[in-house]
């Protein structure tokens, strides 16, 4: 496990991370604080499926604290009461993550990071540090353009769980594809993985889409006061759809910037 590496909002407060084999993960308590929860232990026990162990060195000394992978934090992010969780998600996934793994620091600028880290630095070596800096900025750009965009997020690699088409679309975002709800839903109809022709079936899964085990329709029974019953239908998304729509989603995006 890598030095932790601390990031401050004045908003949300403090953020332990480590990265371990390319990854990234979070202090679990600090997350939860920051998201609103009052418990965070029962907070990462209800929601989270990566909890790991690490000693860090806190003011108390070294202590055993839980670490999580980022698709944990989009599940704490998800199940949070706070108003201003959706300022958090755009902060950690539009700010912090990007910047760490393009510097391995959270910093604004290349002075930030010097002041940061190399606070006292004569200025050759500060000089010197820049061109680095710059070198390995170019370097992983070159990497990411060369690479195939088929990837898939932590939140979904070993995802058992299906979620709806709106959280598709929050998962879309986090690796980087800019598409809305409605925008997927429209979509998915073109596409011909939903059904488009008005009625009770509009926007339930295709028989394309259900052979491929892309989705799942959840029913709901629902008692009126009257007493009579209505069963209402769910489409939700399998963790096979949604590694299936990720990859299609970046495969399309690397062959339109290619």
């Not at 590496?5 to 407060?13: L, M, R, T, Y």
Request: a positive charge.
């Amino acid at each position: 496990m890598n030095e932790i590496q601390i990031f401050k909002s004045e908003q949300f407060g403090l953020i332990r991370t480590v990265q371990e084999n390319g990854k990234i993960y979070f202090c679990g308590a600090d997350i939860a604080k920051a998201l609103g929860y009052a418990n965070s232990r029962k907070a990462l026990a209800d929601h989270c499926k990566g909890v790991t162990k690490r000693y860090t060195l806190t003011d108390g000394g070294k202590q055993l604290l839980s670490y999580i992978p980022e698709g944990d934090v989009y599940r704490l992010i998800t199940h949070s009461k706070l108003p201003e969780a959706e300022k958090f998600e755009r902060w950690v996934f539009d700010e912090v993550l990007p910047t760490i793994r393009r510097t391995g620091g959270y910093v604004n600028d290349d002075e930030a990071f010097i002041g940061t880290y190399l606070p006292f630095a004569d200025e050759s070596t500060k000089i010197l540090f820049k061109s680095t800096l710059e070198t390995v900025r170019n370097l992983n750009e070159r990497i990411e353009n060369d690479k195939p965009k088929v990837v898939f997020a932590d939140a979904v690699t070993s995802s058992k769980t299906s979620i709806l088409i709106g959280e598709l679309a929050k998962l879309l975002k986090q690796n980087g594809v800019q598409i809305g709800e409605k925008r997927l839903f429209a979509w998915l109809r073109e596409k011909g993985y939903l059904i488009k022709r008005k009625g009770t079936d509009y926007n339930s899964p295709t028989q394309k889409s259900m052979e491929l085990k892309l989705f799942e329709v959840k029913e709901t029974a629902i008692t009126h006061a009257d007493g009579h019953t209505t069963v209402n239908k769910t489409t939700k998304v399998t963790g096979k759809g949604q590694q299936y729509f990720i990859n299609k989603f970046l495969a399309t995006s690397a062959a339109v910037n290619g």
